[in-house]
């Protein structure tokens, strides 16, 4: 592959909103972005090392497709995240084995028409932007970063958002939220 194309490939991985782990026997081969984001905010649960293990053994002893014949898929809580984190872990066994664990998030945002939202409300679409990053639980800082912007920049679009929306902070747009016709 060409160093252009790497590029090109990173610089997709990182604005990806799935956290894209690989694994080879001993390391973490890659880790984009948003999956940095994810282990510094959480961990990886400890299913994916347990299964990472399983998986290499099974291919060098050749019982792979018996030991594990469909998805590999597993979700989790966390106490202090308002969602559940879904890992799907595939498999790549040439040229060498790798094991890619993908983590998406399900979201109070995947269940809100933000596009009602946006309309009914005349949001930009970076404020919409933000308002799923907020529903996404986000902190302003993060947020910032994912735009690369000052964190000062999203407290003014916030403010923006909050006076459209008649409200005064993040957990009124939550109730604001769960209490109306958006969500779904």
């Not at 404020?127 to 994912?146: F, K, M, Q, S």
Request: proline content about 3%; hydrophobic content about 35%.
């Amino acid at each position: 592959m060409l160093k252009a194309d790497r590029d090109v490939l990173q610089s997709v991985c990182d604005i990806m909103p799935l956290g894209i782990v690989v694994l080879g026997e001993k390391d973490v081969v890659y880790c984009n972005r948003e999956a940095e984001r994810f282990v510094g905010r959480y961990r990886l649960p400890s299913e994916v090392d347990i299964v990472s293990k399983r998986i290499f053994n099974s291919i060098r002893s050749g019982t792979f497709e018996k030991i594990f014949p469909g998805e590999i898929c597993f979700s989790k809580r966390y106490m202090d995240s308002p969602s559940t984190w879904i890992f799907r872990m595939k498999v790549t066994r040439n040229p060498h084995p790798l094991v890619s664990v993908f983590i998406t998030e399900e979201t109070v945002s995947n269940k809100v028409d933000l596009n009602k939202m946006r309309r009914k409300y005349r949001l930009t679409r970076r404020e919409t932007d933000i308002v799923r990053r907020v529903l996404r639980g986000l902190r302003n800082r993060e947020i910032a970063d994912e735009f690369d912007v000052t964190e000062q920049t999203i407290k003014d679009h916030l403010s923006s958002i909050y006076s459209k929306l008649g409200i005064r902070n993040r957990i009124h747009l939550m109730q604001m939220i769960m209490n109306s016709s958006l969500y779904q």
